[in-house]
């Protein structure tokens, strides 16, 4: 069951539009976080319900957010939050590192991939399919061994499994 587009119109009943409200407050905020943590950039978002209560996100927080745009549109006016700058380029850091994290793992992973694929593939050795005739006596010597290897974890497996019978 996939989404269903819906109608951009005016949701009739309260609670409903209560409950849509509450779903797509938590969607744009987590959206904003998503974009300061990729871009590094600073966001500032104000709701108000219907009922006149405020929600608000900022990175790294509003009022910083919104005394740094006074400061823009006004060079003149001091900003009231100079500890708040001096967490910026901590936090730059901060996301900058989660991200390049996040891209080793996706390495870390695809190299784990990679690996077991080898290891699959190198598993059997070369004269497993090769035709007995091809081989040399050294090759022919080193199958045996390994078929007596094999015998003898068969046999102690199964004299483990009758003693535990």
């Known amino acids: 069951m996939g989404r269903k587009k819906t109608q951009m119109e005016l949701i ?6 209560h409950v849509a409200f509450s779903k797509r407050r938590s969607g744009l905020f987590k959206k904003a976080s998503e974009l ?11 709701i108000f319900s219907i009922g006149g209560k405020a929600f608000s996100f900022g990175h790294p927080n509003v009022h910083f957010v919104f ?7 006004n060079p003149d006016a001091s900003t009231s939050s100079n500890e708040a700058a001096g967490q910026d380029p901590i936090l730059h850091d901060l996301n900058k590192t989660h991200s390049d994290l996040i891209e080793n793992v996706g390495l870390v992973k695809k190299l784990g991939k990679k690996m077991r694929r ?16 091809s081989l ?3 090759v022919l010597y080193e199958m045996k061994e390994a078929l007596e290897d094999v015998q003898e974890n068969v046999r102690r497996d199964k004299e483990r499994l009758l003693a535990q019978a």
């Open 12 to 17: 009739e009943t309260e609670s409903a539009r």
């Open 36 to 46: 300061c943590t990729m871009c590094a950039v600073e966001v500032a978002i104000i």
């Open 67 to 73: 005394n740094r745009l006074r400061c823009s549109e």
């Open 118 to 133: 080898a290891i699959m593939e190198k598993q059997k050795p070369d004269w497993f399919y090769a035709p007995r005739e």
């Open 136 to 138: 040399s006596m050294e």
